[in-house]
């Protein structure tokens, strides 16, 4: 809703075919660059003057530069469908960047420079604004009523982050949500949650946890196995045994012991080069299995709750030893890892939502498809009932 969506894959395949070219480029030209120091090695200077080397060099600049681009475009992508999803969960209109600083956990700085970049390239239907002296992000027209689905009282938004009816106790209550000419209504299924730890674990945690074990022992085998072929082959340069064997064996297509020495140096600059990807693989999985271990610790925790709202700060009171358990929320609930599941801020209290439901263009009362533009007056043409009705317990 707050999403250029068009955009967003317009960007999302430029991410794609940049990816594709720059691996090919660097890939390419290194190989070129290296070919000419192995070539003359013992003439740096001619290497480095040679016709192709600047081009090859430059060549392989850039493309690491458009790599490191791709990556950053892609994470602000990510961070755009983040404060996308934000602000469909809010119900006043007006989101105080402090807030969003703290459910980031980065600066008041850095979240209002990225939303003024993002209304540029991602993001639509909303201002940066100060208010009564506060910074805060103003959404267009945005529209909200409460209601308790057990009593069908009408409910005040700052009761409804209590997740209790003031009425009746009940923790079943929703907000019917009209911005624009879309309407969604928000509620919470956190009876679903209860005693279900894998509620709140994210799509294939199990198998991610596999995948991820898997490509630990596998990066840190080729890692060790590509390293000990490189100082094998590092150790045979000056060896005039081996390189006396190799020329003198008919099957060789090397005939002088410069260019065994050249093949030499191409096997160990080949072992060194997988070895370094390996572990940069090696190190990255290591730090996301913390992520994902963490996560079922936390899904855990969050299933033993039935309100539709908790503190922060109780999850200090888990058994688990998780390091800083906030941060880990953070970066669970960004990779997917955590799911039905948000950190947000209610009266300057920094609260995760538990299995909060957003259901777009449909009636709340009869769930029946809502067709065209909406307004405060529009009818379900199935039911009949107006979708920002509120009826008020007497």
């Known amino acids: 809703m707050y999403l250029k969506s068009k955009a967003l894959v317009a960007y999302k395949v430029k991410n794609i075919i940049l990816i594709i070219l720059s691996i090919l480029q660097i890939v390419a030209l290194t190989y070129i660059a290296l070919d000419l120091l192995v070539y003359y090695r013992n003439d740096i200077n001619t290497a480095l003057t040679a016709k192709a080397m600047p081009g090859a060099i430059r060549g392989t600049i850039i493309g690491v530069i458009v790599l490191l681009f791709v990556n950053l475009s892609r994470k602000l992508i990510g961070d755009a469908r983040f404060y996308s999803s934000y602000f469909e969960g809010d119900l006043s209109g007006q989101i105080p960047i402090k807030d969003l600083a703290e459910v980031t956990g980065r600066s008041e700085f850095r979240v209002g420079l990225e939303l003024r970049l993002f209304r540029i390239l991602y993001m639509k239907k909303f ?106 082959m590092l150790t045979k340069y000056n060896d005039k045994e081996y390189l006396t064997k190799i020329l003198l064996d008919p099957d060789s297509k090397l005939r002088s012991f410069d260019l065994i020495k050249a093949d030499i140096l191409h096997t160990v600059i080949l072992g060194g080069f997988f070895a370094v990807l390996m572990v940069i693989l090696f190190i990255r999985r290591l730090m996301r299995i913390r992520y994902i271990n963490a996560s079922g610790a936390f899904a855990k925790f969050f299933s033993k709750f039935q309100k539709p709202f908790i503190q922060a700060e109780e999850l200090n009171t888990m058994n688990a030893s998780s390091g800083k358990k906030l941060g880990k929320v953070r970066g669970a609930i960004r990779k997917g890892y955590l799911d039905h599941c948000t950190l947000e801020v209610h009266d300057a209290i920094l609260k995760i939502a538990l299995a909060k439901k957003i259901v777009k263009d449909h009636c709340p009362t009869c769930a029946s498809p809502i067709n065209g533009a909406v307004d405060e007056n529009y009818t379900c043409q199935y039911c009949g009932n107006k979708i920002m009705d509120v009826v008020v317990k007497k």
């Open 127 to 232: 201002e940066i604004k100060t208010i009564d002296g506060i910074k805060q992000v103003e959404l267009f027209s945005k529209k909200t009523l409460c209601e308790c689905k057990n009593c069908g009282a009408g409910i005040e938004k700052k009761l409804y982050f209590t997740g209790q009816c003031p009425y009746c106790g009940s923790p079943d209550i929703f907000a019917k949500v009209l911005a624009g000419d879309r309407f969604y209504s928000i509620s919470n299924e956190v009876k679903q949650g209860v005693n279900r730890p894998t509620y709140y674990e994210g799509k294939a945690l199990a198998l991610k946890r596999v995948m991820s074990v898997l490509l630990i022992i596998v990066s840190a085998s080729i890692a060790v196995i590509s390293s000990a072929m490189a100082i094998d």
